[in-house]
């Protein structure tokens, strides 16, 4: 019986390290190489240093590129110290020297961090410290305020010109007006409002100043009062006028700096003013602004909550009156008692909004008569004022004010109003004397008053007075009452109510109006750290996500397009898995328009996998993939587009996202999982401890894309005393097959970059152990310390399936190559020792072959099964292996009976 003659074989296979070899008919070993589109196989491309030297040799954990507004790319590496360093030279370049500054101190026992991009800000998480934000250069303010009153300018300014719109657009047309701008003094100034913190603002000047004068600037300090920025320098000064040219404020940042409340919106504050008015033309057609590295503050979203509920004390009474946040009747609170309006809130705040609506705290109301006001001395009853003009109640006067009548011949007294209606004010017998339709003038003055303030801190109530502001003139119209921030106040059941809140109280040192009611909505902030360390971020439509060490399964679902704001209607917490596990989450993947979201596996349950969907924060609901994946930690996934399927081979459409968990590699299409590394299946296999990925390790593994190669690379830590990624595996996603790499350098995580020059816009770039960035992909040789040359080899098993083969010819073909040899090696029957080692050049023997053709002998008549291992290691050589064949010493009849 004969059957294939002779045996053509394409390498097109791959690596296999838990079959035997004699039961295999394919490849077994590929290593080092890499599958070309269209067939064949090239190896791989080297590796080469970013930075000629280093301060501090040790493991890189994390690897990521961060392009801001601006456009800049900058290169971030994590080093195992916890420190964050920025190349010095966005790739390709080369740096002569240590890769670059320190971008983040160094901190103990994080892991490898998780990094994502909103709106053009850096948010990062190495689960050791809180979140951390970064703007970059070139970041859109989030507003821009002209204001220019004519009295002392409030906390919460009501009045400005906004202009933000006209700055964060490219129109040079649409400007920001600072025509004429005065001095502080004066009560003028611009504000600049910024979603995170900032260290300068640069402004494009349209119409330029040309008036001798400097600028100064403010920024919002955690004691409730402006503070002078420090460090500064103003950029757009010219001969001696400020605003005279573009350029950049610039500041140090302060560490008292909180977020601020102006003009409708809550971040951060910076007012600038100017030291003499400045020319009648003045505009900013665009400004943009620059930060450092910062934690991450869960920012105010700027809509006042209203008060859970209110009570109100009366002496008098001796009893509470209890309200909602709204309608609160405060009237006839008296002057000096002990009568208070207490009201308790969910968050604790720095302000409080009092609403007067149409029955504020009557203060002042005065009316002068033109010969229409008469006193009635009304006898035994009552007497009374009149007016022919019946506006009485719509003047502000009511029941109980002391009313100052002057301007009279017999009635310049001060009486007290016991009934008030349209056109009468009635007051006690015997108190008035007759006069009829005089110009008198009546006056009610209560100015000038004042409330106390007061928090609950546990054991008992704390005042609090410095550097408070009302702006209600004590609720006779509405306004803000801002204070710092209380840091002793304690949250409460007060007197009764089932709310366990924050709880305030004030009261009025003259006595309220009769009709006076109010409701209170108010400015609450948050401290982030009530969260723990920050473990893991990610972004998904629009929205900023966290994953805290405090809570591990819950995670924190941002406002749309506010990168620090984690709180209001737009805000949710949402719990992961569905068994309450508090399986820790340690990675978010944007997975078509869903969030895919990783938790540890632990137990001998495991871990999670679990799909959100939704559209905004009402809608949110999810799905699980798996109750029993996870995985190892966050720099262990990659997501790929155009994946080959059974049912979807062209892979026109296919996403997957492939991962490592501690059972394996696998893929997944957000419905289910499928595992990939059974061929590499030793590397999970817990009962060989020699190959085995090593428990406590987890946070040394890696996964990424290869975009050049199309492939998965992977660096597994192994066997029973590595501390870093000790094999590197690789999975050709095109033919769905593995592959091994022997690396000159032990990387240990990899990322995709942009390049900033040449012709590849992507370039792959790995962090080592030895504390040097890396460069893949790129020359002949590993290159380090010293020069390696990639040692690329592939080994073909042959099986006779039960027929003897009778081959006494190998042929190979390999594309020409200008310089270098190929070097094949053989071993029958199962035997792992190999003989009949020949040298053949790659290089052509007639000009312009675009491939080279070399016959090797193969010294065994007749065998059941043939390892053919192809290898070299040869510098120079770039090897590209298209197919080879069998022959027998005729040609034919390769396998016989």
């Known amino acids: 019986m004969i059957k294939n003659t ?30 070309k589109i269209g067939g064949g196989i090239i190896s791989r491309g080297g590796q080469a240093r ?96 002209v204001y220019k009153g004519t009295a002392a300018i409030p906390v919460i300014p009501e009045i400005g010109e906004d202009y933000t719109n006209e700055v964060t657009d490219s129109s040079t047309s649409r400007v920001a007006v600072l025509n004429s701008l005065n001095t502080l003094a004066n009560y003028n100034f611009f504000l600049v409002i910024t979603e995170l913190p900032a260290n300068s603002i640069t402004l494009t000047m349209v119409n330029a100043n ?63 003013n100017v030291s003499a008015a400045i020319d009648s ?9 620059t930060g450092a590295w910062n934690a991450l503050v869960n920012v105010w979203d700027g809509t006042p909550a209203p008060a859970i509920e209110a009570q109100v004390y009366r002496v008098n009474n001796l009893k509470y009156e209890k309200y909602g946040g709204s309608s609160i009747n405060i009237s006839d609170l008296f002057d000096g008692s002990g009568d208070y309006v207490h009201f308790t ?145 304690q949250m409460t059941q007060f007197n009764g ?43 998904w439509r629009g929205r900023p996500i966290l994953a805290q060490d405090k809570y591990p399964q819950w995670i924190e679902i941002g406002t749309s397009y506010r990168m620090n704001c984690f709180n209001g209607l737009d805000y949710k917490p949402f719990e992961v898995g569905d068994d309450g596990r508090d399986n820790r989450v340690l990675a978010f993947v944007n997975f078509f328009q869903d969030l895919m979201v990783f938790q540890e596996e632990k137990g001998i349950e495991g871990g999670c996998i679990t799909i959100i969907q939704g559209y905004d924060t009402q809608s949110i609901e999810k799905s699980i993939i798996s109750n029993s994946l996870g995985i190892v930690n966050s720099k262990a996934y990659a997501v790929v587009d155009g994946v080959p399927t059974p049912k979807n081979p062209k892979a026109s459409h296919a996403k997957m996202v492939f991962f490592i968990s501690r059972e394996g590699v696998y893929m997944t299409d957000g419905q289910g999982v499928m595992r990939i590394s059974d061929p590499m299946g030793l590397y999970f296999d817990t009962t060989d401890t020699a190959s085995c990925i090593r428990r406590g ?19 597994l830590c192994t066997g029973t005393s590595a501390t870093v990624a000790n094999v590197w595996l690789v999975y050709h996603i095109d033919t769905g097959t593995w592959g091994t790499d022997t690396l000159g350098q032990a990387i240990t995580c990899m990322a995709n970059v942009e390049s900033a020059s040449g012709n590849l816009p992507v370039l792959q770039y790995g962090g080592a152990s030895d504390g040097f960035i890396y460069r893949l992909n790129t020359g002949i040789n590993d290159v380090g310390a010293v020069s390696i040359a990639v040692n690329a080899y592939v080994t073909v098993e042959i099986d006779g399936e039960g027929h003897k083969i009778d081959a006494r010819t190998l042929q190979l073909r390999c594309k020409a190559q200008s310089a270098g040899s190929i070097t094949p090696s053989l071993a029958f029957n199962g035997n792992t020792t190999y003989q009949d080692e020949t040298v053949r050049s790659m290089t052509v023997v007639t000009a312009n072959d675009t491939y080279r053709v070399n016959d090797f002998p193969i010294n065994r008549k007749l065998t059941d099964h043939i390892s053919i ?24 009849n390769v396998f016989k009976n």
């Open 281 to 289: 033309t003045v505009s900013v057609s665009q400004a943009v602004y």
């Open 210 to 272: 040309g008036t001798a004068a400097t600028l100064a600037g403010q920024y919002w300090k955690s004691d409730g009062t402006w503070a002078e920025m420090s460090g500064s320098t103003d950029g757009t000064v010219l001969a001696g006028a400020t605003l005279g040219q573009s350029g950049a404020i610039a500041w140090t940042h302060p560490s008292d700096e909180i977020p601020h409340y102006q003009f409708g919106r809550s971040g951060y504050c910076y007012r600038f």
């Open 497 to 539: 109510s089932p709310a366990f809140a924050y709880c305030f109280r004030f009261k009025f040192n003259k006595t309220t109006s009769r009709n006076a009611v109010i409701s209170i909505m108010t400015m609450p902030f948050f401290d982030i750290t009530d969260w723990g360390n920050g473990y893991c971020n990610g972004t």
């Open 50 to 145: 970013h930075h000629t030297a280093t301060d501090l040799a040790q493991e890189i954990y994390n690897l990521f590129q961060y392009i801001d507004k601006g456009g800049n790319k900058k290169l971030y590496a994590q080093r195992a110290d916890g420190s964050v360093h920025l190349a010095t030279d966005s790739p390709p370049a080369t740096t002569t020297g240590n890769f670059g500054a320190e971008a983040l101190a160094a901190i103990a026992d994080t892991k490898a961090a998780s990094a994502s991009i909103l709106d053009g800000n850096l948010l990062y998480s190495d689960g050791k410290r809180g979140h951390y934000a970064y703007p970059g250069a070139s970041q859109l303010v989030k507003g821009f305020h």
């Open 869 to 892: 291992k192809l290898s070299h290691n040869t510098a120079g050589e770039e090897v590209y292996l298209l197919d080879m064949a069998l022959l027998d010493a005729e040609g034919k």
């Open 345 to 489: 809130t969910f968050d604790n705040i720095c302000g409080f909004y009092i609403d007067t609506g149409n029955t504020p705290n009557i203060i002042k109301a005065a009316i002068t008569g033109s010969s229409d006001i008469s006193f009635v001395d009304g006898g035994t009853g009552d007497d009374y004022i009149t007016w022919q003009q019946a506006r009485f109640q719509s003047e502000g006067f009511e029941e109980g004010q002391s009313i100052v009548i002057t301007n009279t011949t017999s009635n310049n007294i001060t009486v007290k109003a016991k009934q008030v209606t349209s056109n009468k004010i009635y007051v006690n017998s015997g108190t008035l004397t007759a006069e009829t339709n005089v110009s008198a003038t009546l006056t009610y003055d209560n100015t000038g008053g004042t409330f106390t303030l007061e928090v609950w801190t546990g054991a008992g109530w704390t005042a609090i007075s410095t550097n408070l502001s009302d702006d209600t003139a004590t609720a006779s119209k509405s306004g803000w009452v801002t204070f710092p921030r209380p840091t002793t106040a």
């Open 697 to 715: 390790c987890e946070d040394k593994h890696w996964l990424n894309y290869d975009k050049l190669h199309k492939s998965i690379r992977i660096g």
């Open 6 to 35: 002779p045996k053509r074989i394409q390498f097109t296979g791959g690596a296999n390290k838990v079959t035997e070899r004699a039961l295999l008919n394919g490849l077994s070993d590929k290593n080092n190489f890499r599958n």
